[in-house]
C-alpha cells in the first residue's frame, strides 16, 4: 500500500494518543478501516518507537523508576489480582515490557542484592514462570502478551513474519523460474552484506534493471528507509561496477567468462519490497539504482522474454517491409 506523505502524517498525529496495547489497534483500525492492520500496526509501531526514544530518558532516572517500583508494591498489596504494571504503564505512558523491565530489575537486586546479569533477566521476561515471586511473574505476563510494540513477544512475531516474507519472496521467484542465490548462500560465499536475494541473471522491472531484491516485512516511513538507505541499500549499488556496457544492455547481451568477473563484482541496482507499503514520495531514486514496491512484481521481463520482444518487432519490421 502506497500512502501520501500527507496520509502517513494523518496517521501518525492520530497515533499520539494511543498507547502500544491491542486494545488501541483496534481503535486505529476503525478509525482507518480501509488501511490494512498489519500496515497500520507497522506505521503505529514506527511512531511509538520514535515517541519511547524521546521519552525514555525520564523514565530511567533513579528515583522515577523506585518511585514505580514502590507503586507497584503498595497496589499489588491492595489488589494482588489486578494488572497494576500494566495500568501503570499505560498511566505513564510507557510500553508495558518496557516498565516490567524496569520493575523486574528492581525486584532481583532486592531478592539478589545486586545487579542482575542481562541474561537472567531477559530468561525471566521470556519465561515469567522463572520467577520466584508468582504475583509478579503474572504481571510480566501480562504485560507481555498486551503490548504490541515491545518485549520478548513481539520479537518472536518480528522474526517469524520476516521470515515468512522471505520465504514467501523465495517461492515467488522459483514461480517465474528465476534462478537466484539467497542470504545464507551468500554468506558462505564470503560476502558481509548482503540483500535477501541476487538474482544470478538480472530481469527488468517497469524498466529498470533489477540485480537483487530485498525483502522487508514493515512499512518504509521516511525514518526507516534513509537509515536502510545509508547501512543497506547504497552499499549494494555502490559494490557494482560497470564498464563497457550499459544496464539495459545487459539484458539482451550479458557478459561472460573473465568479462563478467571484471565489471560486474558484485549486485549493482536492485529492488525493495515493503510489504506493508510505504511513503511514495520515497519512491525517488529509481534513476539512481533503487526502485521500491509494496508487492512481488507482476511485470517481471526476463532475458528470455527480452529476446522473444525483439525477435517479435523484427519480424514485424520484416512484413511491412
Avoid at 522459483?174 to 541473471?201: A, C, H, W
Avoid at 534493471?209 to 538507505?229: Q, V
Wanted: hydrophobic share 35%.
Amino acid at each position: 500500500m502506497r500512502l501520501s506523505r500527507a496520509e502517513y502524517k494523518e496517521i501518525a498525529r492520530w497515533t499520539e494518543q494511543l498507547r502500544p496495547t491491542r486494545q488501541c489497534m483496534k481503535m486505529l483500525k476503525d478509525r482507518f478501516p480501509h488501511h490494512s492492520q498489519s500496515t497500520l500496526l507497522s506505521i503505529f509501531s514506527l511512531e511509538y518507537q520514535k515517541r519511547t526514544k524521546r521519552t525514555m530518558s525520564r523514565h530511567h532516572v533513579p528515583d522515577v523508576m523506585e518511585r514505580y517500583y514502590q507503586r507497584y508494591l503498595n497496589e499489588t498489596k491492595v489488589r494482588p489480582t489486578a494488572p497494576v504494571l500494566l495500568e501503570l504503564a499505560n498511566e505513564v505512558d510507557l510500553s508495558p515490557a518496557l516498565m516490567a523491565r524496569i520493575i523486574l530489575d528492581r525486584f532481583l537486586k532486592d531478592m539478589d542484592g545486586e545487579m542482575p546479569s542481562k541474561t537472567v533477566l531477559n530468561s525471566m521476561l521470556k519465561e515469567p514462570s522463572l520467577i520466584q515471586d508468582h504475583i509478579l511473574a503474572n504481571n510480566i505476563y501480562q504485560c507481555t502478551i498486551n503490548d504490541c510494540c515491545y518485549g520478548p513477544l513481539v520479537d518472536c512475531i518480528k522474526h517469524a513474519v520476516g521470515q515468512e516474507h522471505e520465504v514467501l519472496l523465495r517461492d515467488k521467484l522459483m514461480e517465474r523460474n528465476l534462478s537466484f542465490l539467497d542470504e545464507n548462500q551468500l554468506r558462505t560465499m564470503g560476502y558481509d552484506k548482503t540483500p535477501d536475494i541476487i538474482l544470478e541473471v538480472p530481469v527488468a522491472v517497469e524498466g529498470h534493471i533489477i540485480h537483487w531484491i530485498e525483502s522487508k516485512a514493515s512499512f518504509g516511513d521516511d525514518h526507516s528507509h534513509r537509515t536502510y538507505l545509508n547501512e543497506q541499500f547504497w552499499s549494494y549499488w555502490n559494490s557494482f561496477r560497470m564498464c563497457s556496457w550499459n544496464a539495459m544492455s545487459y539484458i539482451s547481451e550479458p557478459p561472460t567468462g573473465s568479462e563478467s568477473c571484471r565489471h560486474f563484482l558484485r549486485f549493482g541496482p536492485g529492488l525493495v519490497i515493503y510489504w506493508y507499503g510505504f511513503i511514495e514520495e520515497l519512491d525517488c531514486q529509481r534513476d539512481r539504482g533503487i526502485l521500491l514496491k509494496d508487492c512481488f512484481p507482476t511485470d517481471i521481463i526476463t532475458l528470455c522474454h527480452a529476446t522473444e520482444l525483439e525477435q517479435m518487432s523484427e519480424s514485424q519490421k520484416e512484413d511491412k517491409e
